[in-house]
Nanobody, 128 residues
Framework: VQLQASGGGLVQAGGSLRLSCFVS????????????IGWFRQAPGKERESVVS????????SYEDSVKDRFTISRDNTKNTVYLQMNSLKSEDTAVYYC??????????????????WGQGTLVTVSS
């Protein structure tokens, strides 16, 4: 399974960005064998943290408290892509954002130790 994240960039505080993560590989019987997918981030000098997770089919997103009501995860199963819409961005949202997935279906947010598959990061910089 390969995950390709994109969409990062420089934005002013209060602005918006949308990240995308395209999933390929890991297909069996015509079905992508992903149970849960999510976004994580790592700010400079800090440990990687969970941002949001969602089951690949069905279910709703589970968000880390600091991004609730500002970030929204969505998926398009027909395009094998998951999105992260980030609104009202703050300087503390500055980080490298990673897309990650696991074959197991999980209800609730994935801890950073959980996912089997990781994509490369995309840098989000929020200027104050």
């Amino acid at each position: 399974v390969q995950l390709q994240a994109s969409g990062g960039g420089l934005v002013q505080a209060g602005g918006s960005l949308r990240l995308s993560c395209f999933v390929s590989g890991g297909v069996s019987g015509g079905t992508l064998k992903i149970g849960t997918i999510g976004w994580f981030r790592q700010a400079p000098g800090k440990e990687r943290e969970s941002v949001v997770s969602i089951p690949w089919r069905g279910g709703i997103g589970s968000y880390e408290d600091s991004v609730k009501d500002r970030f929204t995860i969505s998926r398009d199963n027909t395009k094998n892509t998951v999105y992260l819409q980030m609104n009202s961005l703050k300087s503390e949202d500055t980080a490298v954002y990673y897309c990650a997935a696991d074959p197991r279906r999980r209800v609730g947010i994935m801890p950073s130790s959980y996912p089997t598959y990781w994509g490369q990061g995309t840098l989000v910089t929020v200027s104050s």
